[in-house]
């Protein structure tokens, strides 16, 4: 068995660095999304840092496969908010004034911690893990529970708070004055009151009792009251603060990584669901370092899909496929198509197989890229002294310059602010340089005969509705760009469309 260091396979900083293409691609709204139920986990590092690895990739996919069984998830959840308590517990003592509150909050934390990692490896022994990952750590966590450490760090908790339900104490108030004093069987008052105003009871009757909200710290009267127990009873006091003081940092670290680093899965397992039970399908890709050839049926934009989820508005898939030697999707056809939307798909069933989770597509197999880069329409930054023009050849000369073979570019309606001819120009001498340089990847463009330019390019078109050429239908398909269908729908939209013209000549 591999020995258990991260069910994440890698070492991830807390300050990755947000991926150059996450805005263009809506990523950044998505993982926002993804990670908000969990913010106290600070998950968004792990969003940050795709895989390149095609086994770590698989090795995270078994993982995810094993956390989908609901004996599996109900297990790791509920340590999850185990282990939420423990930091909930550790948290409040820092904000406590009175050392004995303070060694005792300690106390309850290390045994609700003791309590979460043996339910969690007595739950699991009872369920069937194939993946490496969750094997090794189970084998991890039996381990550890065999440790001296472990056992003297549960059994010494068990013994000092046994210690500490076993004291009786007698606290009696006069006036503005109290004392404590050890237990001697003293009969409360309580039953005694309940006697003598029974016979004044009639009915029940409805209680006007308010629950009120209980301070988690102690006042300065409480602290006095348990100074004087500790007085009485020095002896389990005295064990509670050497306890504490050898258990200070009691957690070990590798199960708080697990616990920290899991939930990168379970919160992105629970976001696809919502969406499952709309019907949407999500699948395991297949993935390959080396080979580019790439089939996708039935995929979708994740990021719109969410924007338009609480609307419970249908979401429109769309299927490619690019086959050696072909590089490059272009993409053209009316505007408002779904052109870019489709662009971002590609771009995001990639950057989620990367990170080695499920992709919004029935089926997948997707080449894994060195990197994703973008290029966007932006506004004009006067910051920068250069026109838009000039600004977008700037961000494609520096983002060339980082282009490999391996690198998926998703270019999306670039040279809007020149003439056609001469976007046409760079277009073609852009498309050149790109094929040159091996690299693959979607191109949204209204430059129909960029699609047409060699064996490397792919035409795929936006379509409509071929009885109402101005209706989109969202679907992008393979087939030859000849603009017509464009055409056709700003012809409908004006009113100059043959059946049009020959209508409004027949009614004059």
Known sequence: MTPFHSILFIDTPDDAPVPQC???LNLDQLIEAITAPRKDSRLQPFFFSPLRDETLIRRRQEVARDLEQAPVYAAITAFNERMATVYRYLALR???????????WLLEAILAYCAAVSELARTLSKTTLRSQGLQAFVSYLYRYLQTIEFGE?????????????QIRFCLTIRGDTFSVKPYENEQPYSPEITAVF???????????????????????IEAKIVEFVARLYPEPFAALAQFCAQHEQFIDETIRRFDREVQFYLAYLEFIARFRQQGLPFCYPDTSRSD??????????????????ARQTPIVTNSYEI????QILVVSGPNQGGKTTFARMVGQLHYLASLGLPVPARSARLFIPDQIFTHFERSEDIRHLRGKLQDELVRIHEL?????????LILNEIFHSTTVEDATFLSKALMARILRQQAFGVWVTFIDELSRLNEHTVSMVSLVDPANPAQRTFKVARQVADGRAYALAVAHKYGLTYEQIRERMGRA
């Open 22 to 24: 996450f805005t263009d």
């Open 94 to 104: 820092q904000t406590l004034i009175y050392e004995h509150h303070r060694q005792g």
């Open 153 to 165: 760090l549960n059994g010494g908790a068990q013994h000092v708070q046994s210690a500490l339900k």
């Open 198 to 220: 029974a016979k004044f009871r009639q009915a029940d009757s409805p209680s006007y009792l308010v629950n009120l909200r209980e301070a988690a710290g102690m006042s300065h």
């Open 292 to 309: 580019r050839n790439e089939t996708v049926h039935d995929g979708f934009d994740l990021a719109l899909a969410h924007a338009l989820y």
């Open 323 to 326: 086959a050696a030697p072909e």
């Open 400 to 408: 060339l310059a980082q282009t490999t073979s391996a690198t998926l």
